[in-house]
């Protein structure tokens, strides 16, 4: 079955700090891996998009990885800030298809 | 560009009333999904079209319909609101699978 796993379910970081959000899956076979930031009360926004030959790419502070061998992905959040506060959600989909893959979120709460 | 846009923002329903959700994006874009959104859940494709002039089932369509009233529009119908369709729904938009996918800012619905 088709699945996305995230970890940590949520995170308290002191604004400053930097910190790292992880993602596994099981989609096969593989298309593309997408990292989105939800705030609350909002639709989610794309931060990045990745392919099966990419290994990282950045996005201002925000910074994907993907290992297509061991099928995870994290996202490293540098220099963190208030706006920062939101839900992390990692999104898979597979060759040949419309459908998409949600995992659950990271939420991510950054304090001053 | 106003994106993707929904009405309404919130909604109350009574078990058994019917209503539709609106969805609307100016991005000339071929792809528009449905998802639902509920707590500690990932976002589940409710439905989707294409391209205009086709929809077709996600992972949860019962109780739904869906028009693809042409390429700007796609609707979501409840024909008989039950409490379980209790969610935050969230219309999206695509030019092709392999790009971004722009999220609407949701419908919060609530079925007493």
């Known amino acids: 079955k088709n699945q996305v796993e995230q970890s940590p379910q949520s995170l308290i970081i002191l604004e400053g700090k930097n910190c790292t959000l992880q993602c596994n ?3 096969s076979p593989f298309s593309n891996l997408r990292w989105y930031k939800q705030d609350t009360g909002r639709g989610p926004v794309s931060l990045t998009i990745m392919t099966f030959s990419e290994n990282t790419k950045s996005n201002g502070r925000y910074t994907a990885t993907l290992d297509a061998d061991t099928k995870q992905s994290s996202l490293h959040i540098t220099a963190s800030q208030l706006s920062d506060s939101a839900s992390y959600i990692c999104v898979v989909s597979a ?4 459908k998409y893959i949600f995992g659950t979120g990271t939420r991510l709460k950054v304090l001053a | 560009n106003a994106g993707v846009t929904q009405t309404p923002k919130f909604q109350v329903l009574k078990t058994g009333q019917s209503m539709t959700l609106q969805c609307a994006q100016d991005m000339n874009h071929n792809s528009m999904y449905w998802y639902r959104q509920d707590p500690g859940m990932g976002l589940r ?3 989707y079209s294409a391209s205009e002039g086709t929809t077709d089932k996600g992972e949860v369509p019962n109780g739904y319909n869906v028009s693809r009233l042409n390429k700007r529009e796609f609707s979501l ?6 409490p379980s369709q209790t969610s935050v729904y969230f219309c999206a938009s695509t030019r092709d699978p392999s790009n971004e ?3 609407g800012p949701g419908t919060r619905l609530t079925v007493l």
């Open chain 2, 77 to 82: 119908r409840l024909e008989s609101a039950a």
């Open chain 1, 95 to 98: 060759v040949g298809t419309y």
């Open chain 2, 45 to 47: 494709l409710i439905y």
């Open chain 2, 101 to 103: 996918q722009f999220f």
């Open chain 1, 25 to 27: 899956y099981t989609v």
